[in-house]
């Protein structure tokens, strides 16, 4: 496809912008030119999270744009809780996409930012014509109010969306000391990391577990040495950003699934007819506790077209296996219809 004007003026390398949106900003990066695939991060993370992922995509012919997801980095941070509801979330990626000058785009996230993508694709599949899912799979609304799922899930001990739902509470764990934190959360949760003495089942759901009077990051592995896809300078920058933003904003994402849960009543079981992708790790929770949705594939993600689990990957997918997720990604895109 022949470049126009504006298009051969950009920028080969990477692009701050932003987009406005009714309570302030979303930051974004972008890179290349054709059709838009849009990055959505989750947490603890940033757009950063896909630098390895930008100039591959953009190499490939896409116009990557990877966001700071409201609450994060240079992003606006909305005072009240329930400005971080899903509704929300989709319609900044409205905006940003509507900032960029495109009618459509297709949309990736990881982590949270795969939840938010995969509404995005469920409630305006008239903009966002496919969807890749990292880490945690589609999931449609249910029966069961999420907080009372989540409590379930956390057995004896409490889950960490229940840990993070008192607002002040995981923050007066984390601020102290952001980098540390970080480093704790990054390296706990990584496919290289040494399995904790109770996971019995493989799960890895042992790390995402508070003990009775305790924090989150008593379930820290006691080594924190950072993994081998995280430099010190990438720590750096994550840390960075969380020091000046607070993690409030991106914990407030945690205190609206009641919430969603009622916005998103007309969609109670609702399937994702757009083409998908998903790429999970087989070191990574989600993949185990979230079995049975994965499974349910067939009949919530019909035009689902690839299903991976990458073996001795942990949760951080596309910063674990960059080069395998970007094959997995540029090949996916490629076959999409036209």
């Known amino acids: 496809m022949p470049q126009t004007t504006e298009q051969a003026d950009r920028p080969a390398g990477p692009v701050h912008r932003f987009a406005e949106i009714p309570e302030g900003r979303i930051h974004f990066v972008e890179q290349g030119t054709g059709p838009v695939v849009l990055l959505v991060h989750g947490f603890p993370e940033s757009w950063y999270s896909w630098r390895h992922q930008l100039a591959a995509l953009a190499a490939a012919g896409y116009r990557a744009v990877a966001i700071d997801v ?95 739902q008192e607002p002040g509470r995981a923050e007066a764990e984390i601020e102290p000391d952001v980098r540390g934190w970080l480093a704790g959360i990054y390296a706990g949760l990584s496919g290289d990391a040494k399995p904790a003495a109770d996971d019995q089942d493989g799960s890895g759901l042992t790390r995402l577990t508070v003990p009775a009077g305790g924090k989150l990051s008593d379930r820290f592995p006691a080594d924190t040495t950072l993994p081998p896809w995280l430099t010190e300078a990438d720590l750096d920058y994550y ?22 849960w009622a916005d998103l009543a007309a969609w109670q079981g609702a399937p994702i007819t757009r083409p998908a992708l998903y790429i999970g790790g087989d070191r990574d929770a989600p993949t185990h506790w979230l079995a049975d949705a994965i499974k349910a594939f067939p009949v919530t993600l019909p035009a689902l077209s690839g299903s991976h689990i990458l073996e001795g990957c942990g949760h951080w997918v596309q910063q674990e296996r960059p080069d395998e997720v970007n094959r997995l990604l540029v090949d996916w895109l490629r076959d999409l219809p036209a």
Do not use: C, Q
């Not at 996409?97 to 599949?125: K, M, Q, V």
């Not at 008239?126 to 249910?142: E, H, I, K, M, N």
């Not at 950003?241 to 914990?251: C, K, N, P, Q, Y």
């Open 239 to 260: 840390a960075g950003e969380f020091e000046r933003s607070g993690l409030t904003g991106a914990l407030n994402r945690y205190r609206n699934v009641d919430r969603d």
């Open 70 to 164: 409201r609450g994060y980095g240079r992003s606006s941070k909305p005072s009240e809780v329930s400005a971080y509801r899903m509704l929300a979330h989709v319609a900044d990626n409205v905006a940003v996409l509507r900032a960029l000058g495109e009618e459509t785009a297709i949309i990736a996230g990881h982590d949270w930012g795969a939840p938010i993508a995969a509404h995005t694709a469920l409630l305006r599949p008239d903009l966002f014509t496919a969807v890749a899912l990292l880490s945690v799979p589609y999931v449609p609304r249910g029966a069961t109010r999420p907080t009372e799922a989540f409590a379930w899930l956390g057995g004896d001990e409490e889950f960490y969306v229940s840990y993070f």
